[in-house]
């Protein structure tokens, strides 16, 4: 037999007035922060997998020496979850926010290109119109909105190329290693495809093409005062990366 626990009246009263405790408990921790004028406390964040090991994790040795009273707690997933509810002080999200009570904040645009290791282009040839990815092998990232669906913009206006491969993987950087491996052509953002581009690891497919635009932003939830220790990391990140000139955009030759 099935058992199952649940609270009584009582006790729902009695939750309900606990968080509202501990949510007036840290926006008074919040406010004496922001009086006493030094990021201090535990700092509890959420990145996807790709971005936090790229970029976050080689600047956290610098944060943290700047900023010695915060101690962190850093989790690296591309699954989006609920900050109340996993208890973070923000989340590091990419692409297009959908309506939400969270505060967000613009960090940096992201930019997408589609690439291919020179030996595979040397093989099956290099693309001269999006027409011609239909031929192709095309890798694709799980978690687009339409992963098979790649949106071009030209000199003739917008096009739509239902692109197929043998490979959907739900990781950028393992989708990466795939390209730079020789199996096919594919769609990366320029913070994990840069650095190849520079090296010549990497080419551009269909430059002359461009792929919509999305953005970088911290989230967290609404507060009366938000947390010196969250501003001192949201500004630190920032200038880390360039704001809207990111330097991976630089490497990738995005901002001639």
């Known amino acids: ?14 939750l309900t007035h606990a968080v509202l405790a501990l949510g007036s408990a840290q926006e008074a921790e919040d406010a004496v922060a922001a009086v006493q004028g030094q990021p201090v406390g535990h700092l509890k964040i959420s990145a996807p997998m790709s971005f936090g090991r790229l970029h976050i994790a080689p600047m956290l040795t610098e944060f943290l020496a700047a900023y010695s009273d915060i101690t962190m707690d850093l989790t690296m997933d591309d699954r989006v979850v609920d900050l109340v509810d996993a208890g973070l002080d923000l989340a590091i999200r ?31 040839g290099d693309p001269q119109q999006p027409e011609d990815l239909l031929a192709h092998n095309c890798l694709h ?12 913009h030209g000199p003739n206006g917008e096009l739509r190329i239902r692109t197929k491969g043998t490979l959907r993987i739900n990781n950028s950087e393992t989708l990466c ?17 840069g650095a190849h581009l520079a090296a010549g690891r990497l080419i551009r497919v269909l430059p002359e093409y461009v792929l919509p635009e999305q953005a970088l932003f911290a989230v967290f939830p609404e507060r009366r005062h938000l947390p010196m220790k969250v501003r001192a990391f949201v500004d630190f990140l920032a200038e880390w990366i360039g704001k809207d000139r990111p ?4 490497e990738a030759g995005l901002d001639a």
């Open 1 to 14: 037999m099935k058992r199952s626990i649940s609270l009584t009246e009582a006790g729902e009263i009695y």
């Open 94 to 124: 990419a692409g297009t926010l959908p309506d939400s009570a969270l505060i967000a904040r613009r960090l940096a645009p992201i930019h997408s290109v589609l690439v291919a290791a020179p030996d595979y282009l040397l093989r099956q």
């Open 141 to 152: 990232y799980a978690y687009s909105r339409d992963p098979m669906e790649w949106v071009l």
């Open 177 to 193: 290693t795939a390209l730079l491996d020789g199996l096919g052509i594919g769609r990366l953002p320029t913070f994990v495809a």
């Open 247 to 250: 330097f991976w955009d630089t």
